[in-house]
Structure formats: C-alpha cells, structure tokens
C-alpha cells in the first residue's frame, strides 16, 4: 500500500476514505480535517481563549497538539477524579497531561476532586442515591459542573472536547436505539451558550475515526495513558462502540456515514424545534451559582455534600 | 417453563415479555394482541372491507386466520411473482394461499404477473435499467402498485400487509442507520388514504416477533412455504434483521423497544411536520391512472413496456 500524495510506504489505510497515507502525509492530514471540521461547523476562531478538556488519553492530548499547531489560543483542563482500579489510573492520566504541558510550554489547569470536595468520584458515587449511583454517571457530572466552572471562571470562550466520531456515533446509536428526544435534538459537533451561565462547547475530532486518532498520537510520539477508565469496564458506550465496529467491518464507512447523514437530516429541519431540551426554563443553583434545568440545588451540589 | 395462566407445560417463553405460555392460551394471546394494536392504533373497524397481501409466508396467513378469527371482513390477495430459483418458489406460494381459503371458504384474489403484463419480476428486472435494476426493488414497485389497483377496483377499505416487528424493525434500523428523513417522517403502523387514489394501509402485526408468528403458524397448523425468496439472500433487510438479533439476545426486548421508543418520540412531535413526503405533489400515471410522485407515466408502467 501506497501513499496516494507521494507514493512511499504507507502507515495507515482508511478504507472509508479509499485514502492511504504515509507517515508524513498522515500526519499533515489530520490537522487538516481538524481545521476543516472546525471552520465547518463554525465553532471558534484563532481571537477567541479555548479550554481543552484533556484526560491524559490519545484522543485529548492529540486534539491540544493539533490546536497548539494550528495556532489556536489552548489552555488544557485535567480533572483528577481519584479513581486507582490497581493500575493509578488518575495518578498516571494527570502525569502524562503534566508531560505533555510541560514539554510545549502550555497552560494546564489542574482541579483534584478529592482535594477540592474532599470525595474521590468512587466515593460519591457510594454516598449518592444509597449507593445506588454510577461512578460513570457521578464523574459525567462531576466533570460537566466543573468543565463549566473553570471556563468561565477563566473567561475562556470555548469548552473544547476530544470526542472521535466513534464516541459521538456511539452516543447517537444509543439515543437512537431508544429514541431520547432531547438527545437527539441536542447532538451537534459545537452546543452555543444559547443559556445564561453556560459556555459554548466544541467536539473538532467529531469526524475523525478512534484508530485514526490512535494512530496520529503513535505516529506524533504522544505519551499517554493507555488503560481505559476502570470503570468503563461492561459500559453501554463500549458495547454501542462493538456494534458499530461490526457494522463498520462489514461496510467501510458505515460509522462515519451514520453520523453525517444525522448531522445532515437534522440541518435540514427533520427534527421539530418544539422537541429542543433548550425550550426548558434554566435556573441558577442558589449553592454554585451554576446553570440547572430544575429550581433548587443542583446536582452536582447535592452530590457532594458531606454525610 | 410453565403457562402463567394455567401452570400447563408452556410451549413458548417471551422474554421481552416475560411471559410463557401453553399451546392453548398462547393460541388466544396472539389474536388478542393483534386486536389490540388494531384499535391501538386506529386502524380499521368489522364494518370495513379488507384486502389481505398474502404471500403464501407464515406471516400473511397467519395474519389472514386471525382476522378471520376476530370476526373482520377479510378477502385475500396472492400476486404471482413468476420466481421460481430452483424451489418452484412462486407456484409453491400460491398453492399454500389457494389451499389456506379454500378450507375456510375465504375470498382470494389472484394477479398473476406473468399473465397479466406478459413478463415475470426477474425479467422486468433484466429489462430495466439495461438489466441494472434489483429484482427486489423491481418487486416492491410492483406489488405496491398491484396492490393498490385491487384494492381500488374491488372496493376494499384498507389493504393490510403482515409485516412483523422484524421487518418493521429492519426498516426502521435501515432508515436511521441512513437518516432518510421521508420514509422516517412516514413510517407507522397505519397509513392514512391521504393522498387521493391512495388506500389506507395497515400493519396490524407490527408490534409481534417474528419467532411469535412462526410458533403461531405452527401450533395454528398453518401450511405456509418455508422457502424465502431466493432473491432475498444477502439482503440489507435480512442484514439489519441479523444486527437486531445479536442486540435482543444481549437484552431481550432491545427490539421492541427500539420500535416502540421511536412510535413514542413521534408521537411526541419529534420530527418537524415540514419533513413530511406527503407534502409532495401528487400525480395520476396518464397510462394506468394511479398516483405517482412525479408528473408522467409511473414508474411501474415504464418498466412493464414490451422492449
């Protein structure tokens, strides 16, 4: 196989694409599509301050370096949340998002969720509902409340986030296979911050396939943490991630062309304004400040007081 | 596994359902569903005439017999494909028809392809689009249309198709995995005569499993050909229908569910009313009469001229 630009050894082929690219190539290619995805989309520009969630995993680390190349404003935001699983897994994400900082000279905002609410996230989930909640459901709230909170405490304009295709294609196959009005109608490669107190949020590596991903930290000599959360372990995403990969084994593209083909259906108005989440009244959490759809204490707050 | 009703040997489990049953009482079950998703779903009354598509398949028979069971006006239609692929296919389905009404003295209508427009469906299919149409699509646009004319001539209030919760579940998977907003906006378990010289439509059996229809053809002692078409092998439909199996055996009801979460959300106003197809203009075929999406002779008359 050969690189279609400059016909030396390719490293990768997306069968998608019909594209093979050698090392070079690929990795001129993916800060391409990145920049194009952004500027499709209209997500953010190079005047505005852009906060990158990043985990210490391939898909975050990549999306900083590809923003930091392309000459965007990227501070990074890492959230320890105090999961060990035997591997330290918190300890060594927050090790490789430090490297990776360090070694560009960027900016990294670092909050601990034990250190600053006193819980770990495995802690919360044990003392919230009776001990009936998930740990994946506590950290998606957690890391929401506090991703919102350092953006705009931090006056950035911009939440951006690593989702690959494959996650965001996942999350629509499982908003689809149950029909969640409002997911559907909310899913979109960038979210305004169309209610008081949020901040915009952008997905740039939305239609970028995980193993391309994969392949662009590998090829670029990213560090990073190669465990997956210990608790994603059985989890409806990795099981609605399986589907798609037998879909996309079978007919190259499937994964991609289901998710465009939404973004496509839903531009051109298949989905009733009347069903937006976003018609919800939004209220202001009397304890953090912060945005909830329902009067009273949020939940974040609610989660992690003592007892 | 014991009869929840009478503690009998059960001959069925439903899991989705969580319900087994014997012989007897799942014999009652079946009607008594179909019943309820009629008047559900508004679809027709015991004063209305109704035309049965019948295919000589478990399905459409087993359907025909529990119409005539509930007490509804139901007449047959067999259209003869003239598909034979080795099985002698078409006379096989005929055979099973003819013989299902004869020992219950019910009306069948036959049309028979081949004699009425001079050519069988694989060789309409060889003369259309310089032998580049399926002879599956070839298929639909005809019954569509023989069905139609039937039901129009003879005066039927509502033709009624056996699809199952497979198929429709197969459609429905195919139509989301594409985002086809026209045949999203439309499909339902009823379709109103809302376009004139159109008939209403149902699909009475749209909410019972497959497997469910098969055990109630046998247990019913229904002779039914158990050949598929053999046009139908490697088919998308059959496709979707094998990733929908793998998703109920991981979480038995995923089926259902996937169906009824999407009648629910639509239901609810998820789709915009301006996505509608039906809002096309319509046209009537200067050559056969019936309704046609664009001005001209339809597409079904095309493809049975002589050449």
Redesign the interface.
């Known amino acids: 196989m050969k690189c279609r630009k400059c016909n030396k050894k390719a490293v990768i082929n997306m069968r998608q694409h019909k594209l093979a690219l050698c090392q070079t190539h690929f990795l001129d290619w993916i800060p391409e599509q990145v920049q194009r995805c952004i500027e499709k989309y209209h997500m953010f520009s190079k005047q505005e301050r852009l906060l990158v969630a990043v985990s210490g995993g391939k898909d975050s680390l990549s999306l900083w370096d590809i923003l930091w190349r392309l000459g965007y404003q990227a501070d990074g935001l890492y959230i320890g949340l105090g999961i060990d699983g035997g591997s330290h897994y918190s300890a060594q994400s927050q090790q490789y998002a430090e490297a990776f900082a360090a070694e560009r000279g960027l900016n990294l905002n670092i909050v601990s969720i034990p250190e600053t609410y006193g819980k770990t996230i495995p802690k919360i989930a044990e003392s919230t509902l009776r001990g009936r909640a998930k740990p994946c459901s506590v950290c998606g709230i957690a890391k929401r409340h506090i991703m919102n909170r350092i953006a705009r405490e931090g006056e950035y304009h911009v939440l951006v986030t690593g989702h690959n295709l494959d996650d965001e294609a996942a999350v629509l196959l499982g908003n689809?296979?149950?029909?969640?009005?409002g997911y559907?109608?909310r899913q979109w490669p960038v979210l305004e911050a169309n209610r008081p107190g949020l901040v915009r949020k952008a997905k740039p590596l939305c239609r970028i396939y995980e193993r391309e991903m994969a392949a662009y930290a590998l090829l670029r000599g990213i560090e990073y943490v190669y465990d997956e959360c210990p608790y994603s372990v059985g989890s409806t995403t990795l099981?609605y991630k399986e589907?798609l990969n037998?879909?996309e084994a079978?007919r190259p593209g499937?994964k991609l062309?289901?998710y465009l083909?939404?973004l496509?259906?839903k531009k051109?108005?298949?989905?009733?304004?009347?069903?937006d989440p976003d018609l919800e009244q939004i209220h202001a959490c009397p304890t953090c400040g912060q945005p909830t759809s329902a009067p009273g204490e949020c939940v974040f707050c609610r989660m992690i007081k003592p007892g």
Do not use: E, H, M
């Open positions: 689809t296979l149950n029909w969640i009005p559907l109608v099981y589907i037998r879909l079978d499937a062309n289901f083909t939404f496509d259906a051109k108005g298949l989905f009733s304004p009347q069903a």
